[in-house]
């Protein structure tokens, strides 16, 4: 066989391998072999039937595709050897003549990536304030809303009152889905809506409709809203006047299943708000480092290297569906979309994705980040107990450097470095020359 290597763009590199008249015979010879393994012909055992006759029922284009199969190992083999290529996926295989058999690989490598200016990507780290007594006993006060005692008055709304109402949201004349609800229920003063709107729901009798003009913050859970200006018209279907039941021991261990004072409650709802605020700015603050990244990074993904992030995103889409017992025609239909549509959008996000991969590890490298040695072995022990308790094993190469669970291991472990050191407190280190 001879091999010729072509460059192509979007770091990739496509072999040109022709076939030998023997060397296709051999393939062919043993795909046959393989081929009637396989297929029942009348009169002959399973493997028995002649060569001729195997050839004649499964057809040229099957015979061909077994005899490829037979070749590929020697193949894959030769090319990577003359190209020199670092392939980063399984090679695209076809044929691009059959006489002579020529077979094309192309291979993609790790695709060159600009990370401008990474000095400069700081996360905007925001404080947190300690959790106030105050907030313990909005909290608290939710739960013991479950136990309410709900008493209707023809008044205006006053704090504490439970307000049942119902929302239209419009941006510019367009309606907006997450806001335009048909029943919501507001504890005035529990801080469940924007202050802004708490305060034209206070004073609000039955059957009051109210139009307000509403800028949503920034760091709003609605990404489509963040900073926008938002009309909302309000309507009041009524007002009741509400009874908590006291917090008490009795209560807590009743309706919680926890035996703690309401003091030592307390504490311990603070504690938990405390840890939540960490954990909520924790998660703002990556968002802030993947935002920064993406736009920092400038990488051109090919073709394939795409196509394979889709498909992964495709084969999971599968198995949640799966889960739910649910079709792919099912959900289609649910969503109100088409198989079209939903590739498209997947494209989109595997682009994102790939750009913040191949920027998330261009900034480990300027950084130095390299994960901690017994942190590493562990993950490895880890990933080798785990597949042998489920009865399958990994092979030893696979388990040292260069095999693909231990560099995926390593990766992941080296993210999880960046992360930390990039989203906590202390200053990040200083970029490498």
Do not use: C
């Not at 099957?62 to 050897?81: N, Q, S, W």
């Not at 959790?131 to 008044?155: G, N, S, Y």
């Not at 017992?325 to 498209?344: N, Q």
């Amino acid at each position: 066989m001879e091999t010729t290597i072509e460059k192509l763009p979007q770091s990739r590199i496509r072999t040109l391998t022709v076939i030998t008249d023997d060397e296709r015979q051999n393939a062919e010879n043993i795909a046959v072999a393989l081929l009637a393994e396989r297929v029942e012909i009348k009169g002959f055992r399973v493997g028995k039937a002649p060569a001729d006759m195997v050839r004649n029922r499964v057809g040229e284009e099957r015979l061909t595709e077994e005899t490829v199969r037979a070749l590929l190992p020697k193949v894959l083999k030769e090319a990577l050897e003359k190209s020199g290529a670092k392939p980063i996926l399984r090679p695209a295989a076809s044929v691009t003549s059959s006489k002579p058999l020529t077979i094309s690989l192309v291979f993609v490598e790790r695709p060159a990536v600009n990370l401008k200016k990474p000095d400069s990507i700081n996360v905007e780290k925001k404080t947190f304030t300690e959790t106030t007594d105050a907030e313990v006993e909005t909290f608290i006060k939710k739960i013991l809303m479950q136990d309410r005692q709900e008493t209707p008055v023809d008044r205006q709304a006053k704090q504490g009152d439970l307000v049942h109402l119902s929302m239209s949201a419009k941006k510019k004349e367009k309606q907006v889905d997450e806001l335009t609800i048909g029943h919501y229920s507001l504890m005035i003063g529990s801080e469940d809506l924007l202050p802004q709107l708490e305060t034209h729901v206070l004073g609000m009798k039955k059957n009051d409709k109210k139009t307000a003009d509403v800028t949503f913050p920034k760091e709003h859970d609605i990404p489509g809203i963040r900073g926008e200006k938002i009309t909302i018209e309000i309507t009041a279907k009524g007002v009741n006047e509400v009874k908590l039941p006291e917090l008490t021991q009795e209560y807590l261990k009743t309706r919680l299943g926890t035996d703690m004072t309401p003091d030592l409650f307390r504490k311990d709802v603070k504690k938990m708000m405390l840890d939540r605020k960490k954990s909520e700015e924790m998660k703002r603050r990556e968002e802030d480092l993947y935002e920064k990244v993406k736009a920092a990074t400038q990488v051109d993904v090919a073709p394939e290297l795409l196509d394979a992030e889709v498909q992964d995103m495709v084969q999971d889409l599968h198995q949640r569906l799966e889960q739910q017992k649910m079709s792919m025609d099912d959900w289609l239909k649910a969503t109100g979309k088409d198989a079209k549509s939903v590739i498209d959008e997947m494209k989109q996000i595997a682009s994102s994705r790939i750009v913040l991969r191949f920027g998330m590890q261009e900034l480990a490298t300027k950084l130095k980040i390299e994960p901690d040695d017994k942190a590493l072995e562990q993950n490895l022990k880890s990933a080798k107990e785990h597949e042998e308790k489920n009865g399958h094993s990994i092979p030893e190469a696979e388990l040292q450097p260069g095999g693909s669970v231990y560099e995926q291991i390593k990766f992941d472990l080296k993210m999880q470095a960046l992360v930390k050191q990039m989203v906590e407190d202390e200053e990040p280190k200083k970029m490498a020359a």
